[in-house]
């Protein structure tokens, strides 16, 4: 069964930084791409961050200069680190594994939930 535990969340106030972590089987860090999910409530998850084994990054429009993505192999551990955060930024963030070629070889983790308030 494949795990993906996350950690790093939390209650943050407007312009603060945090870093999620997630941490899988080194049989999936080395093969799948490594990406960050948020849903706030009431809206559909999306695409926040992903990094691919050769370590391209893609973001999505409104994280670009203040997340940033990273994967250690030797921990076999992904990384968001998140920083000048907003309110809209308040979600649960969800590690994902995604097979590079073959679309079923999907997996989550449990989620972890960063809220941003004054």
């Known amino acids: 069964q494949v795990q993906l535990v996350e950690s790093g969340g939390g209650q943050v106030q407007p312009g603060d930084s945090l870093r999620l972590s997630c941490t899988t089987s080194?049989?999936?860090?080395?093969?799948?791409?490594m990406g960050w999910y948020r849903q706030a409530p009431g809206n559909q998850r999306e695409l926040v961050a992903t990094v691919t084994t050769s370590g391209r990054t893609n973001y999505t429009d409104s994280v670009k200069g203040r997340f940033t993505i990273s994967r250690d192999s030797a921990k076999n551990t992904v990384y968001l680190q998140v920083n000048s955060v907003k309110p809209e930024d308040t979600a649960v963030y969800y590690c994902?594994?995604?097979?590079?070629?073959?679309?079923?070889?999907?997996?989550w983790g449990q989620g972890t939930q960063v809220t941003v308030s004054s």
């Open positions: 080194g049989s999936i860090f080395t093969m799948y791409i």
């Open positions: 994902n594994a995604q097979h590079p070629t073959i679309g079923i070889l999907r997996f």
